[in-house]
Every structure is written in C-alpha cells, then in structure tokens.
C-alpha cells in the first residue's frame, strides 16, 4: 500500500518568516496530493491541492509544489502569520474504484510566534 | 459549498454499550465516506471506507464487528461503536468525498467511562 512520510514533525517559526513541509509517497499510482490544516479542536480542512499532471500550484501565501520523479511534494507558506499557527497534514491519494483513497501524513504541528 | 455534518458532537456512555455516530453531507451527493480515528497529536487514521449501498472497506486491525459502518444513502453514513470500552474512547471523524477532493466532519469526541 501506500506510505507517506511527513517532516517535519514540529516547527517553529518567528512571524512573517516562510515554513515548508515535506512529504513523501512511495506509490507511483498515487496522483491527488491535498494538503490540510487542522486547528486545534477543529476539523480538517483543505487549504491547497495538486494533481500529478502540475509541477507546482500557488494561492496567495500558500504553495504546493510536486516533483513526481523523487515522489514527493512540499508545502510552502510565506509571510507567517499566528493564525497560521495548526497542524498540517499532507496526503497523497489513488484512485481505486469509483474513489480516491487517502493515505495522510502523520502531521507538521507549526508554530508561528510573533 | 461542500458542508459536512456529524452529529453528536461529544458523547460519554458507560462501558458496554453501543453508540451511534452519524455523517451527512449537507449539500452534495458523496458516494463514498470515510471514518477515522483520531489520538491527540496524532494523525488521521483510517478505520474504514463507506460506499453507499455497498458494504464497508476496513482497514487492517480494526474489528468491523465492533465499529458498524451503514452508509443507507449518497447523504448519510452510520459508525456505530458496539459494546463499548474505555479505550475506545478518541475523536472520531468523518469524510465525504465530491470526487476527489475530501471534505471532513467536526468530529465527535467519544468518552467511555
């Protein structure tokens, strides 16, 4: 099946700096990669998304770039604000069946003082 | 939009009952739901795949007799946890796909005492 890595699994920043996290997958098959932010007692929400057929996607302070040939994809945040302050996670999906089926990141806890 | 309800939204149950957890899709049609668990400062994990009118997909060690999943229409998928223990108690939370874009619950915090 499919794994993904996520590093880092904490960090901090000071505000107005940028913050990247990375994520590999190990299924070439995989071909949706969402990313999510998760505020503390709240759910997970998609911030930005790529497909395999994008080299890179950008939606204001926010990133996504994806490099299919070493299998892995990053999250870029510029300008850090504290209310950028949650948990990410990445995903990489497949599709199987009539679904695409997630395999998510173990998270990036990011902490942005200001 | 694409708006995803779960309800309740905490509930505590005493040791060997069964609780009820329901998932909708307010403003779309989702044919397939998802049901995760969640540790603190964990991340998602994934206990099973709903599709509508069809039985559901578990993952590797989780007991489909004891975490029954209905998914009765394109709207509505059922978890509901049987005969439940303390260490049952986490946060459950669902997710309803609209193509390949996944939308999430609230979650629903479950304590068993």
């Known amino acids: 099946g499919e794994n993904v890595e996520q590093h880092p699994s904490t960090l901090s920043v000071q505000e107005g700096d940028s913050a990247v996290i990375k994520c590999t997958y190990s299924d070439s098959a995989s071909n949706y990669f969402p990313w999510y932010k998760q505020e503390l007692g709240k759910r997970p929400q998609l911030i930005i998304d790529i497909r395999s057929n994008v080299g890179e996607k950008k939606d204001q302070r926010i990133a996504v770039t994806l490099n299919k040939t070493a299998k892995h994809f990053s999250l870029h945040i510029t300008e850090t604000q504290p209310e950028d302050s949650a948990v990410y996670f990445c995903?990489?999906?497949?599709?199987?069946?009539?679904?695409?089926?997630?395999?998510f990141g173990r998270g990036t806890s990011l902490i942005v003082h200001p | 939009g694409a708006v995803v309800s779960q309800h309740p939204s905490w509930v505590i149950c005493k040791s060997g009952t069964s609780v009820k957890i329901e998932c909708r899709s307010l403003d779309f049609q989702a044919t397939t739901m998802f049901w995760y668990r969640q540790f603190p400062k964990q991340s998602l994990m994934l206990m099973a795949t709903s599709n509508e009118g069809s039985k559901a997909t578990y993952e590797q060690g989780v007991e489909k007799d004891k975490f029954l999943i209905n998914h009765a229409s394109l709207t509505l998928s059922t978890l509901t946890v049987t005969s439940a223990h303390p260490e049952d108690s986490s946060f459950y939370i669902c997710?309803?796909?609209?193509?390949?874009?996944?939308?999430f619950g609230p979650g629903t915090r479950l304590t068993v005492t």
């Open positions: 997710s309803a796909s609209k193509s390949s874009e996944q939308y």
């Open positions: 995903a990489a999906s497949m599709r199987a069946g009539g679904s695409y089926i997630p395999t």
